[in-house]
């Protein structure tokens, strides 16, 4: 099956610096998301981008399927966006497949 | 009100027990899923659902059970806990792009 990886496994950024997160999956996929787990252990919706690219605000998303990666921006970043992002896909079949997550911290 | 609920929200059992975690969805997808988050590591799908005849098993199916009751409605059993099964259980539906996850169990077996 699919293997999704994301990186960097931790990030600890200062309130207002910018920050990319990656992510690879090991075979073409026809579904692909975003997610941000809270402190509270709730998980976000941010983006789905089997391809191309999304805005909504601070945040957006690539996902450049014919190379298997996607990346997320987050912009001018807030002590809110504290938490764990997951890039989530699926390959064929419509079992999402999780990566192992990017753990946030962003200092005040 | 949610889209996708889970019930109970926390809950502490012991070691032995029998416990049922319930998921219900007012989305009207087909598919739903049942995953497990342990700490570091990302969700890993325990069973899924592509309508109530349909059911497997997914990567940790060992210990669990599932049983869907309705479109709406998918339960995840523990028959016997074990305190290796202590973890965060989401459930989730699809409509086959987008996944919906509900907001989580927070199970304890000790």
């Known amino acids: 099956g699919i293997q999704v990886e994301q990186s960097p496994p931790d990030l600890i950024l200062q309130e207002g610096a910018n920050s990319t997160l990656r992510c690879n999956f090991s075979?073409?996929?026809?579904?692909l998301q975003w997610f941000h787990q809270n402190p509270w252990g709730q998980l976000i919706n941010l983006f789905y981008i089997p391809s191309g690219t999304k805005q909504n605000g601070r945040l957006s998303a690539t996902t450049v399927a014919t190379e298997r990666y996607s990346l997320l921006y987050i912009s001018s970043s807030q002590t809110t966006d504290s938490g764990v992002y997951f890039c989530?896909?699926?390959?064929?079949?419509?079992?999402?497949?999780f990566g192992t997550g990017t753990r946030l911290k962003v200092l005040a | 009100d949610a889209d996708v609920t889970q019930t109970p929200r926390n809950r502490i059992t012991k070691t032995g027990k029998r416990i049922m975690l319930e998921c219900s969805q007012t989305k009207g997808h087909d598919r739903m899923y049942w995953y497990r988050q342990d700490p570091g590591l990302g969700l890993r799908l325990i069973y899924y659902?592509?309508?109530?005849?349909?059911?497997n098993k997914g990567e940790i199916s060992d210990g669990y059970s599932v049983s869907r009751q309705a479109q709406a409605k998918f339960s995840l059993s523990l028959e016997s806990a074990i305190p290796n099964q202590t973890a965060l259980y989401f459930c989730a539906t699809s409509e086959g792009r987008r996944a919906f996850f509900g907001q989580g169990t927070r199970l304890t077996v000790v």
């Open positions: 659902s592509f309508d109530v005849k349909d059911i």
């Open positions: 075979d073409s996929v026809n579904n």
């Open positions: 989530a896909a699926t390959s064929g079949t419509y079992k999402y497949i």
